[in-house]
Each structure stands twice: as C-alpha cells, then as structure tokens.
C-alpha cells in the first residue's frame, strides 16, 4: 500500500494532532483523505459535506497537480507522492442587490392619488410595515398581474394578490368549477360547481377586496394570442397544469421583457422561481425540452396532496409581491424545491443557459411556435423513440458503471442542467454540439448517453448511430430514472 | 479567541483596496505571526496582500481567492517565518460583520477581517474569528496601532 505524505492546512493542524504534514497510507487520494478526516470529526466537517463528499471549497492537489484535472478522489498515489489540502477562501455580503420592478403603468397623476380612509384602514398592517408603507403600497394598486390559469396554484395566488391589494388581476382560464377542484381550489365554492372558473372567481374576488379590478380572459392561450393578453401586464404569474401552456407562457414572458412567476406541483412536490431574462435563467435555460408526454401525468391522473398548490400559490404569490415593491432577495436564478411529505426546502442554483435558444445572445427563437407540436404530443399509436433506439436502464448502467470496463458516459444536456448536478465520470457534450465534437469519441468504445429523461439522450443516440457509431444506448427514463431507482441523492428538476 | 494587533498603515491599505475595487468586494491575505513572545494569546498582522476576487458572477456579494494563489502565497510567506493568518474581504454598503455565508465558508484558526466600504467613504472594520466547537464567528479584539509603536518584534525566520 503507497504511503504518501498530507500536507494539513494550517487551521486544521490543531485536529491533526498539530502536525503539517502527516504519512497516511491508501491507494488513492480518496482514500487518503478519507483517512485523514476520519481522525477526527472536526477534520471531517470541514473537508467533506455531510453527504460524504469533498467540499466544493477544499482544493486539493496530488504533487502540484489539482486533482480534479486528474481523476478526482480516485487518482491513484504512488509512494512518496505529496497530497495538499488548500482552502479555497470565499465569502460575501449578507444581501443582494435590490431589484425594483419597472412597472409599466399609469401615469404620474396616478401616483399622487390618495387612499381612502377605508383603504388606508384595509391596507394599515402594509403600512406599518417600513418596506412597504404607503410608496409600497401604491405600487401595488398600480401593478397589473397576470395569472395564468385560475386552479390549484391561481386560486390562493389571486385570493392573496387581492387582498394585498393588486390593482389589477388578470385571470386567465376556461374551465367551469368541478367538484373535484374543491379539495384545493379555496377560490370556489360548493355552488360554484358547473359555473365558468372566472365568473366564480371575479365575484369572490370583488367580495374579498372591490377595490381589485378583475380582468377575466377565457381563452385558450395560444400562440396566437398570448403575446396580446400578457402585454399589457407588469408580472405573470404561471399556473399552468400543462407543458405545452408553461413553455408558451415563458416564451412571450420572455419576448416581451416580463419576469415570470413559475410554480408547479406534482403529487407532493413542488418547484418555485422567478424566470427574469433580463437578470437570470429562463423556463428553457433550465428545462430546454419537455418531457416526453406520457411520462408526465396531470393531477387528475397521478393526483396531488390538496395542501400543496396553496403552499406553493402562496409563495408565487409572495415573489409577485416583492417584485411589486422591489424588496427582498427575488427566486432569479434560485430553484426552490418543495418535498410536502418530509417537509423539506431545497434550492438549486440555477443559471442562465448560453445558448438558451430563446433568451441567450445566441437566441435563434425570436417568436411563438408550435407548443403542442413541440412537446410531442403524439399521432395515436406512435412508439416513443426512446424504444426504438438500443437503450439501458439504470440499474445496469450502475453495474456496467461499476464493471471493470464501464461504458464511457456521455452528457448531453445543457451547461447550467450539467452544473445542477451530473453522473460522476460523465462527459458533458451538449446535443446541439454533438455533430461538431463527434472526433472526441472513439467509435470502437461503448458509449452510453444520457439526459434528464431520455428524450435528447435518444435522439442524439439515433444520431450516433447514424453517423456509424457501433456501440451506443441511451439511459432509458434518464437522470430522473437515475434519481428515482438508483441514487436518490441525486437531485431531480 | 486571539486579539489581534496591526499597524494602522496596513488598515489603509485595506482601506484603499475596498475602495479601489468598490462596488466589487475586495479581499486579500494577512500576514503575521502568532503567537507574538511579549503577547502569546495575540495574533500580529506584519503585512497584508491583495488577491484576485475570481468569483464567477456577482462579485459585488461575493468573493473567491483561488486556492493556487493562497498556496503561492502561503509558501512565500512560511519561508520568510511570516505565515498567512487570515483574510481579509470587504462588504460594499453592508456592515463590518461576516454574513452567513462568510461563516459557511470560514475555517478555524484563521483571522477575518472585514471592512464596510460605501461609495464615499470606508469606515468601520472588525475582525473575527471561526469559533470551531461551535461553528460561529465570535468578534475579536481588534487592535489597530499608530505608526510609532509598530516596530515589529519579529524574528526573522
């Protein structure tokens, strides 16, 4: 067994017994460290995370050589090798900068109107409040919002956003209120059953706050127009219980300069942000493409905990508000994660895309297109194509992976969806640059792609095998499956 | 927790990076010695360096010395008997007080300084140090010296 010799920084001598340099033995550097921390929990704290792996801030370097250019925590040592631990330094400020909302609005005269004796009595514990008061609180009877779609998560959104005291509500649905809608849907009633959603939804609003103008659109949004109903908003707010809506909403939010409000929810999940192009990732620069249809059931197939949508509503609400007064740490560019069963919060960093084809300096997307046909909603009877290429499913990828001649991996999803989290080992080729990078894999070697669920690793596996590549399969289900069936610490987005 | 004494020429050094890279977060290394013999318990800051702020985004909150710079400047410094101490960073209109990311990101034994810098002036300074129990920063005594009394009793090593 190598011994090599640890350099130990310096603040983390005293755990160490108070040497600089300590002789360990072990195979890799991995192991080495390993030892090394296992000598004492402080060490352990502050070299690895409590998931067990090495901290993104602790550097370390085999001879002068940064590890992670080399094979990470699996780089063999040899006898006598030097392995450094070296701190990265990082810190900063507790709060970001503020964001103020351009409110597209009335003019001035607007502005210096007052509040009725009611009002100021409706609104007084916003006005208590120092980042609110009456400024704030004009801002909000000026801002117009938009909400898209008046179920799950629109209706405690709009029941909030009016009585905080939203000037103007846009709603948009053409759905009547059924009975199965009232185990979430606080907006509506038992008498409402049968009635459109937005008749329903104008009168409790009008009851709750009068003051709200409620600005009912039942229509189907489409491309046609949905660049026409969302234009004369400042925020929208995303709603929608279908990819095809979610992706056509964030397209004309994102051509027409307008931050969205993104919330979604699956059984006991959900997912909050606020898409700004202007200043982070949009819906695409996350989620380039959608899932596969039949991967993805609505509520009323896979149903969902009725608390949920109110949560999650709420805080879509509560990022709408402090857009409105420019107060506060806003979602851009952070992806809240909600898990309802285990009562957790988790944020994903996330950035904007590049090559976002709609958002980027690279943008080729400069209108609507065709949402239903973009999200792959199937000729009846059609195979999806993930069947038809050869593929492989998580739990032997792992084994394959665990082998001793593992198949080589390949990414081929978006920078930003690679930095969120990736399979160790893997190299990321987006799939947009496939066609150029082919030289930089080796036809005779098994290849294995992948992506978040299987529809881009399939295509791009089609691809390869096309252009003559022998051995290629995709990983069915993708990341997701991965997430699901084999390494739960995976995170799913 | 050690007290911690510097002259007051290095504090307007730091002084003058804040405000040189203002809005961005300045930071940088210190350099001393601790224990000083007259004063076991005290840490003594004899110089301070600049580093690059390579944070990659916002570097108007955030800020990352990369771990190759304080290697090199590590090993220059321990041949000279004078090892890094600490770091230094500067918060731009925020208080001289670590953040929770600061403290997320702090290792024991160390010293941090940091400076509140606004567009026209720099003021406040404090320094703080990792408390490793407990993982919180506790505030130090910071003890800034006029030029006269900073002869500095350090053997060179």
């Known amino acids: 067994m190598p011994k090599t010799v640890v350099k130990v920084p310096t603040p983390l001598r005293a755990f160490a017994g108070g040497a600089a340099e300590v002789a360990l033995e072990g195979a890799t550097v991995g192991a080495v460290i390993r030892s090394l921390a296992e000598a004492n929990p402080t060490l352990q704290r502050h070299l690895y995370t409590p998931e067990g792996r090495l901290r993104n801030f602790v550097t370390v370097y085999l001879n002068d050589q940064d590890i992670r250019f080399l094979e990470r925590e699996a780089t063999p040592v040899k006898d006598g090798d030097v392995v450094s631990i070296v701190p990265a330094v990082a810190g900063g400020s507790p709060a970001p900068p503020r964001t103020e909302l351009r409110i597209v609005g009335k003019g001035p005269a607007k502005n210096r109107e007052t509040f009725s004796r009611d009002d100021l009595r409706r609104y007084s514990r916003h006005l208590l409040l120092p980042e609110v008061g009456v400024a704030g609180q004009r801002k909000l009877r000026e801002a117009k919002v938009l909400l898209v779609g008046a179920g799950g998560l629109g209706a405690p959104a709009a029941l909030y956003l009016a009585a905080a005291g939203v000037g103007e509500i846009g709603l948009v649905d053409f759905d009547a209120v059924d009975l199965s809608n009232l185990q979430r849907q606080v907006l509506y009633t038992t008498q409402d059953v049968g009635r459109p959603k937005l008749a329903a939804a104008k009168a409790r609003i009008e009851a709750l706050n009068p003051g709200v103008k409620v600005v009912p659109h039942e229509v189907r949004l489409s491309s046609e127009n949905a660049l026409e109903v969302l234009k004369p908003y400042d925020v929208v707010v995303d709603g929608t219980d279908n990819f095809p809506t979610r992706y056509l909403v964030n397209d004309a939010a994102v051509l027409l300069h307008k931050p969205s409000v993104y919330g979604s929810i699956y059984r006991f999940e959900g997912q909050v942000s606020v898409f700004d192009a202007e200043r982070g990732p949009c819906y695409r620069c996350i989620y380039p493409e959608p899932p596969p249809p039949d991967l993805v059931p609505s509520c009323a197939e896979a149903g969902v905990l009725g608390v949920l949508p109110g949560l999650i509503g709420l805080l879509q609400a509560t990022e709408t508000v402090k857009l409105i007064l420019g107060q506060g740490e806003s979602l851009v560019g952070r992806l809240l994660l909600y898990d309802a069963l285990a009562l957790t919060f988790r944020e994903l960093k996330v950035r904007k895309n590049p090559h976002c084809v709609l958002c980027s300096s690279h943008a080729t997307q400069k209108g609507l297109i065709d949402y239903p046909a973009f999200c792959g909603v199937p000729a009846p009877g059609a195979t999806p194509l993930e069947e038809k290429v050869p593929h492989v499913e998580p739990e032997a990828l792992r084994a394959e992976l665990d082998s001793t001649e593992p198949p080589f991996l390949v990414d081929v999803r978006e920078p930003g969806e690679w930095a969120i989290a990736h399979l160790p080992g893997a190299h990321l080729i987006p799939k947009g640059e496939l066609p150029e990078r082919v030289d930089e894999l080796t036809r005779a070697s098994k290849l294995v792609l992948y992506c978040r669920s299987g529809v881009r690793s399939a295509e791009a596996t089609r691809l390869l095998l096309d252009l003559g590549f022998a051995n290629v399969r995709t990983l069915h289900g993708g990341l997701n499956a991965w997430a699901e069936r084999v390494d739960p610490s995976v995170p799913r987005y | ?157």
Not at chain 2, 54 to 62: C, K, Q, S, V, Y
């Open chain 2, 1 to 157: 927790m050690r007290p911690v004494s510097l002259p007051s020429s290095l504090l307007a050094q730091m002084r003058a990076h804040a405000r040189e890279t203002y809005p961005d977060e300045a930071c940088g290394f210190l350099i001393g010695v601790g224990p000083d013999p007259t004063e076991p318990e005290a840490r003594r800051i004899l110089s301070v360096e600049r580093a690059e702020n390579t944070f990659d985004g916002e570097r108007r909150r955030r800020f990352l010395i990369r771990p190759e710079e304080l290697r090199d400047v590590e090993r220059r410094a321990e041949s000279t008997g004078r090892p890094v101490v600490g770091f230094y960073h500067s918060h731009p209109d925020h208080p001289a007080r670590p953040s929770q990311f600061d403290q997320d990101h702090a290792w024991p034994w160390y010293t941090y300084v940091v400076l509140s810098v606004t567009a026209s002036a720099s003021s406040a300074v404090g320094a703080f140090e990792l408390d490793a129990d407990a993982a919180v920063f506790r505030e130090v005594e910071l003890r800034v010296e006029p030029e006269s009394l900073s002869a500095p009793s350090v053997v060179e090593g």
